[in-house]
């Protein structure tokens, strides 16, 4: 085992040399782990073809180990409730920490003997040589430079697994951004967006800020993650060149997909580019994020000359379609929430969300104002649903209008809403009342009204029983009008 440590040239060189010698000497299910970012990644195996690939930190016994630094003797795998099954019943385990020349985890060395085994093994005898192994396998490994690094694909997947998490747009794109930039090696990304594809209300927001920095730049919004002092400098700059500049890059990239530098432009020909290099850009990758004018565009970039092979600019192409599927898995949602909470005719919520905002609703200070479209079967009747159908959405809009901010109206039934109000009064629930009957009347329609304040300790369900009663109340006057239940 020296001599086969000391010839290898790399941690998984040593790791494999390990397995190899040790599957001479024994029939166990052998494994090595080293810490590779946020997992224990398997290196090297013998003894089984289904192994765990890898193991998130702190999983297993193989995660208690690498934690803890103490090895782990298991004499009956059933009574440990960390310890994962996967392949044949396991009757004995040892697994032992793979440490560097001052003791700290690299990752660690796993044997399982199995029920198929013909003999015991002497775990008191394997868990010496184990720890010894692991000492040495680990010292090895820190004279190599320590356990490999994270490859490409790897990276690929981590920030897909983390944009498929992603709950919001904002947090796509800022995860998107922080993907550019690792996976492409280049010191700094953005993602330039087309203004009009986001709220109006999106304001200046400095750089820096952490989550999703945004900068609203003429028609094109400019995002990025958190960047570091180093590369806040470089998105700075190339924030500067203004709305038309960005705009170009961008309209360029959507169009024609993905473009690169190759070497130094102070040498070599930067046309068309002669606003980006003057930022102080050197290396750039631009990646569309969805087909054509719809999407935005990843954007890697550097202020040193680098040269980026072609099968990283595809990683950056495969990280904006990913971004593209996560971004138009959240707007079916949104789509889909919205469909399962409004009224298709009206666009108002209905009877469910009515519900959970009932079951909220302040007593004391929640008024609800059911109300009710007079002769609305009468519309139906002699000029049709359609005419009906277009006198709902017009009333509807109508009324909406007419409520204060925070005020919310609900379709609850054909031709039956409801209003929710929060007032300091009787007198204010009743006031807003007559400005609705005021606004049906505007749009040729009337309806009557009524009104029921909340009660303390009262349920939603008894004062809207109230309200109710007061609309038949008004039913019975003559309709048009406002009732106020007592």
Known sequence: MTDRLRAAHSAVDACRAVVDVLATHTDALIATLLHVHDHLRCVAAAGSWHVFSSVPLGRGIVGRVYASGRTAVLTDVTTDPEFIRLGPDVVAEICV??????????????????????????LDAWRVLAEELGRSLGARIDELGGPPAETQAEKLLRHSVSLSAAGTESEVYARAAEA??????????????????DSPELADVPMGVAGSAALFIGGVVLRSSSPGPRDRALIQRLAELGGRELGVLLDRARRHGTS????????????????????????????????GALGGVLVAFD??????????????????????????RLHSLT?????????PLTGLRH??????????????????????????KIINDTYGHAAGDRALVDLARSLESTLRQGDELYRIGGDEFVAVVEVPSVTEAVAVAERLTAAARRVGRTISVG????????????????????????????????????
């Open 97 to 122: 920490p793979i440490v560097d020349r001052a003791g700290q985890p690299l990752g660690a060395l796993n044997l399982e003997w199995t029920s198929e085994l013909a003999a015991a093994p002497d």
């Open 180 to 197: 550019a930039r690792d996976v492409s090696g280049l010191s700094s990304a953005v993602v330039l967006t087309p203004a009009v594809a």
């Open 260 to 291: 690169f530098t190759l070497g130094d432009p102070d040498r070599l020909d930067p046309r068309g580019f002669e606003a980006v290099t003057k930022a102080g850009v050197r290396t750039m990758i631009v990646a569309p994020i969805g087909p």
């Open 303 to 328: 202020d040193v000359t680098a040269h980026p092979e072609p099968a990283r600019v595809s990683l950056l192409e495969l990280l904006g379609t990913q971004a593209w599927t996560c971004l138009d």
């Open 335 to 343: 789509r889909l929430r919205h469909r399962a909470s409004s009224d």
């Open 351 to 376: 009877h469910g969300p009515f519900g959970e905002r009932l079951a909220a609703a302040e007593p004391g200070r929640t008024a609800l104002l059911a109300i009710d479209v007079d002769q609305f």
């Open 451 to 486: 009104v029921a304040l909340q009660r303390r300790d009262e349920l939603g369900e008894t004062t809207l029983n109230r309200a109710d009663q007061a609309l038949y109340e008004v039913k019975r006057r003559g309709r048009d009008g406002v009732h106020l239940a007592p």
